[in-house]
């Protein structure tokens, strides 16, 4: 057991505490001293003696005073270990994915060895964060800085030139990108691990520049030979330049090797073994070993501090010199004994303003509580949280941050106000370009209301054309009926007109012409039905179509019901078989590096040297 004072500085009170007691004791002993005198004179020769009787002995206030200055100069009879050192470490996997990586100089390609060593790498980084970056005609961020290995593993196979936006090598965007993380991150210094297969000269100035006064390193793993050989592209064939002549990219070591000295990183060549990447090992350098040495004196500090159990032996005192006070701060307090709610009441509360507590209330989940808050912004996304999406748009309406543009178009897009949602996105992406959530989600609702569009067309263009049809047979069936009656009436008086002329000019063929009188009714009443079989037909068709779309729309009304038990369970078995369909992160990955590459559309980036492979 070693014992120390943890604060030995406030030693330096006893001083003053030596005075303070020096002087107490003379005053007792002159104290003492008038007790010889008797008493009726005494209280005559002798001011204080009255007094002195109400006060408290010397030897217990000196005694308090000592307690209280050992006690707060912290006393420690022992030594609690504290590791106090962390690794602040932080890197940026930068991957080449323009075609050249394509090349077969190295078996199978360079595309596929660069993969397998970034993976060797990854597994290598037990401490700090590491981030990805891919870059082509652009550069984009696969994966920010993170310690999980397993999520860059899982991404890494997925990168080809194929999904990059634009085709090309522009290491410059590259290098910035990987700056933009570091930055964000609050690391002032970091590692910049590029993986590539050669570097022009135009590309080595560019990153000199943009690393100029940065505290960030920038090593090399370099893919290839320095005598190349053609691209083999995936769809067949060899990659030509406008002039068609085969490209054969090559590697220049030596250039690689002076960048890297100028940026403190090292260059590691290409090798089938896996010690090449053995450089890549974190180690600590002389900055972090000083951290970690000051770290270690100061965990000698970390004591368990004897001081605080000081107090119990100093409240006794302070109520016996105190009397009458303390014992009636001590009825006080039994008094003024809080309510079992107000002693389970968080006291780190006491502390806080409305705002942070709100804030405290929303990440453990009490929306209602952070309902409370005075910021529009977290009070709009304790309402949305809750549900109450009409009353969380309503508070974030008027906010001016992004964030709050950004909770307010979720919230007009629960309500279904779509076309409001999209506006409040373009509001919080105009002050903040880089807010994914919000590009993603406006895409989304644009899709949506499209495909609600579509919808809404085609059910229009149906109905119309259902009403056109049965306006067509309707009309069909009284043209036809009208000139069925025409024909009738025309054979009729037609019939009649014959009649009347044989009978005046022949009546000795009265016989025959009966005869085809009753043949002519016999033709006119065969018309007649088939006209009229006709007109039923067609009504029964009319009749038909109309029943045709009631069903259609009771089946419309019907769907929009809860699903049966039947129906839930199909919906699971679907949902299952969806599940089993594996999932392309390649896709998702292009997908979002197409988003960002419309995003970037309308800014200014550094340009570096743009090639297509």
């Not at 790498?121 to 990805?132: D, N, P, Q, R, S």
């Not at 000698?300 to 014992?327: E, H, S, T």
């Not at 977290?378 to 009409?390: F, I, T």
Request: charge should be negative; include cysteine.
């Amino acid at each position: 057991m070693e014992f120390m004072f943890i604060r030995p500085e406030l030693l330096w009170l006893l001083v003053p505490w030596l005075v303070i007691s020096s002087a107490q004791f003379l005053k007792r002993a002159k104290h003492t001293r008038s007790e010889l005198i008797a008493p009726h004179l005494a209280s005559v020769m002798l001011s204080e003696g009255k007094s002195q009787r109400k006060q408290h002995s010397p030897l217990l206030i000196s005694l308090f005073l000592l307690l209280g200055i050992l006690c707060i100069a912290g006393p420690s009879f022992e030594k609690q270990q504290v590791p106090v050192y962390q690794t602040k470490q932080a890197r940026v996997l930068l991957m080449d994915m323009s075609y050249s990586m394509y090349s077969t100089d190295i078996t199978p390609n360079r595309l596929t060895q660069g993969r397998f060593k970034a993976l060797d790498m990854i597994e290598l980084f037990k401490e700090g964060e590491t981030a990805l970056v891919a870059y082509a005609g652009d550069a984009f961020t696969v994966s920010p800085l993170t310690s999980d290995a397993a999520t860059l593993a899982n991404l890494l196979p997925s990168l080809s030139p194929e999904i990059m936006p634009s085709k090309g090598s522009n290491v410059l965007a590259g290098i910035s990108e990987s700056v933009t993380l570091l930055k964000q991150a609050g690391y002032t210094q970091g590692d910049i691990i590029l993986i590539t297969d050669g570097l022009d000269q135009a590309d080595v100035d560019d990153i000199n520049a943009e690393l100029k006064g940065k505290n960030y390193t920038l090593s090399i793993y370099g893919v290839g030979t320095e005598q190349g050989a053609p691209i083999a592209l995936p769809e067949g064939g060899f990659l030509k330049d406008r002039s068609g002549q085969i490209v054969v990219p090559k590697i220049n070591f030596a250039r690689l090797d002076g960048l890297v000295k100028r940026h403190r990183g090292q260059l590691v060549r290409y090798s089938p073994s896996g010690k090449d990447i053995a450089a890549f090992t974190p180690n600590l350098n002389t900055q972090n070993a000083l951290e970690l040495n000051e770290s270690k004196q100061s965990e000698a500090l970390w004591r368990i501090d004897a001081g605080q159990y000081g107090l119990l032996i100093l409240l006794p005192l302070a109520l016996v010199l105190m009397r009458r006070a303390g014992l009636t701060l001590v009825a006080v307090i039994f008094v003024m004994q809080p309510t079992d709610q107000a002693i389970a009441a968080d006291w780190q509360s006491w502390f806080k303003n409305t705002n942070q507590n709100a804030l405290g209330a929303y990440q453990s989940e009490d929306f209602s509580q952070a309902a409370q808050a005075n910021n529009a912004t977290l009070k709009g996304a304790a309402l949305y949280k809750q549900g109450d999406y009409e009353q969380a748009a309503e508070v974030l309406k008027n906010t001016t941050s992004a964030v709050g543009q950004y909770n307010y178009g979720n919230a007009l897009a629960q309500q279904g106000n779509l076309e409001e949602a999209i506006a409040a996105y373009d509001k919080a992406l105009a002050m903040s370009p880089d807010m994914d959530q919000a590009a993603q989600n406006k895409a989304l609702i644009e899709q949506l209301r499209q495909q609600q569009d579509e919808q809404k067309q085609q059910g229009d263009q149906q109905q119309q054309g259902d009403q056109q049809q049965q306006g067509d047979q309707q009309q069909q069936g009284d043209q036809q009926q009208q000139g069925d009656q025409q024909q009738q009436g025309d054979q009729q008086q037609q019939g009649d007109q014959q009649q009347q002329g044989d009978q005046n000019n022949q009546p000795e063929m009265q016989n025959e012409q009966q005869g085809e009188q009753s043949k002519q009714t016999d033709a006119k009443q065969s018309s007649q039905d088939k006209d009229a079989q006709a007109v039923k037909e067609a009504m029964q068709q009319a009749q038909q179509q109309a029943q045709q779309t009631d069903e259609q729309a009771q089946a419309a009304s019907v769907s929009a019901k809860p699903l049966t038990p039947q129906e839930k369970e199909k919906a699971q078995q679907l949902n299952q078989l969806l599940r089993k369909v594996p999932d392309d992160p390649a896709i998702l990955l292009r997908n979002k590096m197409q988003l960002k590459a419309q995003q970037r559309a309308q800014q200014r980036r550094p340009q570096g040297v743009e090639k297509s492979w």
